[in-house]
């Protein structure tokens, strides 16, 4: 960046003037004037000064300049403290608190809480001599400063800090917690304040100097937040978490507390999964072969499947004449034996785990009306097909995770049998079938409860023990005998829909058969804090996920690569999962950006608008510009940098790589093929890179925000140092740093406007 250069002043002296409706101005005289410069790291006074006053004139420029950056950003100065050096030790609280009440217009409460979220437990400072003959107003705002901070009854807690909080993050049952809250002298005694659904408890905290503190221990896992009750001179305030999810603030209400994650004691998931890049298929749509016989099969059940004569042919969304709504089972011809022969180009983009989407016998195309769990859909091959896909992939370092559709089947089933359409005795037939336990019938046979009253998806009663013992319990449970048969672990479709206790037992029966297996549950908000049906579930606590689909990310980097995020709150969001969820979770939660259930990556970063909420028609009818396509393709790079760069495994959405558009079902499910646009390069860059470094599949990472638009992730394992850096603003940014980039497209340490890099650090 080109050298910054401003003005800073000094005074002799000052006056006091007040309006007649009580408004303070200030009048400085003797002021002199002097030129500073910074280079992007430091600030150097250009004319002769002695040491004292070069310390305060770089103070002044650093504060002047941190309040300019955060107002040209949008931001209110709650986020000034974002914009100041990060090692502010030799800055002055109460120049800053002159520029806010001053300058800024602020009253003395509002610019006390923004110089403690700047500055800290080293907001109240001793007097500083010299700084009188300097700046007096400043010299004399100190002893302001700090009788405010007393009067006030400021304190300071930050969840991320050990000084605070020991350990930090999520912690095992039964270990103790240490927390700490620092005082400015207002406060008289503190009690913490600990609560969950349906619990709370107080704890009285000890007064030692400045600092109350005091220990406790969870004993049972548990979704915990913790807040500080304190008595002040002015009566009882409440020490919460701001909005960056860690710091504190002030309040006269019990407002949002810190959290704090309790899992199970000895809670691990599988090793081998953490730091994997996943691919995500959708097998109708990927690695087509002839697919007429199994065509066949569906329409000697009766059913009215539909076969597209080409790759090119856009997918069927409209119902046909003899349909009331759209089917979707039209078919592209996808096979387990197509994509079989595609291992190799996953190979080549770094690809360790695949994940299907069902692949079990069903009449849709989708498959999550399942017809039969024991059996593979004809049209995508047999079960031999299966076990040597598996196979293949596992000799390439490659693991295959199934998904398993288990709080409902298809009403066009073996079990459910509506139509008549299977030789079995259904559930809907007759309420002697072996299978009728398995639902709910309100009034037999056309009254039953089905998912989100959808009649084609019967819901089951998972607590049946015959539905139990065929899924689960028995040696040869669905569960285990596709684990026997090749699968690595299991994705658990709708996990809100399936009881904790149930969840358990799939993560048992699954660890029994294959003890390194893993099962990821589609779980679509924070799964530590998630409330389904008013229940708290325990997805993240040690005993039914070992991770989770982390669409949560996906939106928090989306809006951050379309401005609707700082990098601040990206900052934040990431660092609030890496704190809140169990390391060992947290090491395995599947980070993707595109999924069979939203609209593809590239289109949600085409638009300013939510493609989502348009029609059927309007989403087939939805093409993108060569303009948008372009910008698309530029932010879907700092995206996939992200994901490939912070902890957790980065999936990849089928077609993805090739920049495929669309938006919702089915519309995202689009056959693969090549694009002129796409980022197949791009990605398997990303792969070797991420598969080579110890530091991005199992480092510690750290986040540097230099700026509202600049988002740089730093991983590090032993000696191996990585730097990601995001460029999301439309200027250049000089990078603080020596490395090798990785990506090619960096010179003289300059990444481009809306650009990313990777360094490997010297």
């Known amino acids: 960046m080109d050298a910054v250069t401003r003005i800073a002043k000094t005074c002799g002296g000052y006056d006091e003037l007040w309006s007649h409706d009580g408004r303070l101005s200030i009048a400085y005289h003797d002021e002199r004037s002097y030129q500073l410069s910074f280079d992007g790291q430091n600030w150097s006074v250009l004319d002769a000064a002695d040491k004292n006053t070069c310390t305060y004139l770089i103070c002044s420029a650093a504060i002047n300049y941190a309040v300019e950056r955060c107002r040209n950003s949008g931001l209110s100065l709650d986020f000034v403290h974002e914009f100041l050096p990060k090692e502010c030790k030799t800055l002055i609280p109460a120049e800053l608190l002159r520029v806010l009440l001053d300058d800024c217009g602020l009253g003395i409460y509002d610019a006390c809480a923004i110089v403690v979220r700047c500055f800290g437990s080293d907001s109240a400072a001793p007097e500083i001599p010299w700084l009188h003959s300097i700046q007096p107003r400043t010299a004399n705002l100190q002893a302001v400063l700090n009788n405010a901070l007393k009067s006030f009854g400021f304190a300071v807690h930050d969840a991320y800090d050990e000084a605070y909080r020991s350990p930090l993050g999520a912690v095992e049952d039964g270990s103790e917690v240490k927390l700490c809250i620092h005082c400015f002298g207002g406060v008289k005694s503190a009690a913490l304040c600990v609560y969950a659904d349906g619990y709370s408890a107080e704890y009285d905290m000890q007064h030692d100097g400045d600092c109350f503190s005091c220990g406790f221990v969870p004993e049972k896992p548990a979704a915990l937040w913790y807040r500080f009750k304190l008595c002040t001179e002015n009566g009882e305030r409440r020490l919460c978490v701001g909005n960056d999810g860690h710091f504190s603030v002030l309040s006269d209400a019990a407002n949002d507390g810190f959290r704090l994650t309790v899992y199970k004691r000895g809670f691990t998931t599988p090793e081998w999964f953490a730091g994997r890049i996943m691919y995500q298929i959708f097998p109708d749509r990927f690695g087509f072969e002839d697919a007429s016989e199994g065509i066949e099969y569906h329409k000697a059940l009766g059913q009215t499947p539909e076969l597209h004569g080409s790759i090119n042919e856009p997918v069927r969304w409209l119902p046909r004449s003899f349909e009331k709504d759209y089917a979707p089972d039209d078919f592209y011809g996808g096979s387990l034996r197509g994509i079989t022969k595609k291992l190799p180009y996953l190979k080549e983009l770094g690809v360790g785990v695949i994940y299907l989407n069902p692949i079990f016998e069903a009449r849709s195309n989708h498959r999550y009306d399942t017809s039969d769990y024991g059996k593979i859909d004809p049209i995508l091959g047999n079960e031999q097909d299966y076990v040597n896909l598996c196979a293949k992939a596992a000799r390439l370092g490659i ?145 039914s996920l070992d991770s989770v689909m982390n669409y949560p990310f996906r939106s928090a980097v989306i809006d951050f690569a379309l401005g609707k995020k700082t990098a601040f709150e990206l900052r934040d969001f990431l660092l609030g999962q890496q704190h809140n969820y169990p390391q060992p979770m947290y090491r395995c939660l599947m980070n993707l950006l ?91 860059r990303l792969g070797e890179i991420r598969s080579s470094s110890p530091a991005l599949t199992g480092g510690s990472m750290q986040i540097l925000t230099p700026s509202a638009d600049v988002f740089i992730i730093l991983r590090q394992a032993g000696n191996e140092k990585i730097a990601c850096v995001i460029n999301r603003s439309d200027d250049y940014y000089t990078v603080p740093f020596s490395g090798t980039p990785l990506l090619g497209g960096c010179e003289a340490n300059l990444v481009t406007p809306m650009s990313v890099e990777i360094f490997k650090l010297t």
């Open 594 to 684: 595109g999924s069979h259930d939203v609209e593809r990556l590239h289109t949600a970063l085409a638009f300013d608008y939510d493609v989502k909420a348009l029609d059927r028609r309007q989403q087939a009818e939805l093409t993108l510009t060569e303009e948008q396509a372009l910008r698309a393709t530029r932010l879907q790079r700092l995206c996939a940098a992200i994901q490939y760069c912070v902890p957790g495994v980065p999936c990849l959405y089928y077609g993805d790589e090739e920049c495929l558009d669309g938006g919702r079902d089915p519309f995202n499910r689009k056959p693969f093929e090549p694009s002129n646009i796409g980022l197949h390069n791009f990605y398997a």
């Open 399 to 543: 693991c295959i995770i199934n998904d398993g559709v288990f709080s409902h089947t298809g009403a066009d089933s073996i079990y459910f049998n509506r139509y008549g359409s299977y030789p079995t005795l259904g559930a809907y037939q007759s309420t002697q079938s072996q299978f009728y336990p398995w639902y709910d019938f309100r009034h037999f046979p056309d009254d039953y409860r089905c998912w989100w009253n959808f009649r084609d998806l019967p819901e089951v009663n998972e607590q049946n023990e015959s539905w139990q013992d065929y899924i689960i319990g028995s040696d040869d449970s669905i569960v285990r005998r596709w684990l026997r048969l090749g699968a690595s672990g299991w994705r658990i479709d709708v996990a809100d829909e399936l009881p904790d206790e149930v969840l358990s037992l799939i993560r048992d029966a699954a660890k029994a058969e294959k003890p390194d297996s893993v099962i990821i549950g589609e779980v679509w908000e924070d799964a530590v804090i998630k409330n389904s049906y008013g229940k708290m579930r325990n997805y993240a606590l040690g005993y």
